[in-house]
C-alpha cells in the first residue's frame, strides 16, 4: 500500500504538501492519483498526472493545486495553496482508476482558523 504524509492543520488560505510514497510495480504502470475523502462523503479524484507527466485536476482545485510526480523516487506530491475550510479530509493517492487493495491509511488535512 503506499505511505502518504504531509497532512497537517492549517489555517485558510494556508498551504501544505502532500507526498505519497507508492510500490515501483504500481507508480511506474499507471497514472497516479490524489483522492480524498470528507467526513460523510464519498472519496473523490483530486489530481492525476500520468506516467509522462500530463496532469489534470477537479474543478474544484484547478490553480491552487499541483500534483507532480519524482520517477527516482517513486513518490507523489501534492501542493496545495490557497486552502479552503472545504478542503478539509482525508488525503489518498492510489492508481487512476483506482486499484481496490491499494488503498494506504492516507493523510488527515484540516484547515481551520
Known amino acids: 500500500q503506499p505511505v502518504e504524509s504531509g497532512g497537517g492543520l492549517v489555517q485558510p488560505g494556508g498551504s501544505l504538501r502532500l507526498s505519497c510514497a507508492a510500490s515501483?510495480?504500481?507508480?511506474?504502470?499507471?497514472?497516479m492519483g490524489w483522492y480524498r475523502q470528507a467526513p460523510g462523503k464519498q472519496r473523490n479524484l483530486v489530481a492525476s498526472?500520468?506516467?509522462?507527466?500530463?496532469?489534470n485536476y477537479a474543478g474544484f482545485v484547478k490553480g491552487r493545486f499541483t500534483i507532480s510526480r519524482d520517477n527516482t523516487k517513486n513518490t507523489v506530491s501534492l501542493q496545495m495553496n490557497s486552502l479552503k475550510p472545504e478542503d478539509t479530509a482525508v488525503y489518498y493517492c492510489?492508481?487512476?482508476?483506482?486499484?481496490?487493495?491499494?488503498w494506504g491509511q492516507g493523510t488527515q488535512v484540516t484547515v481551520s482558523s
Open positions: 498526472i500520468t506516467t509522462g507527466g500530463t496532469t
Open positions: 492510489n492508481a487512476v482508476p483506482p486499484i481496490s487493495n491499494n
Open positions: 515501483i510495480a504500481i507508480f511506474s504502470t499507471y497514472t
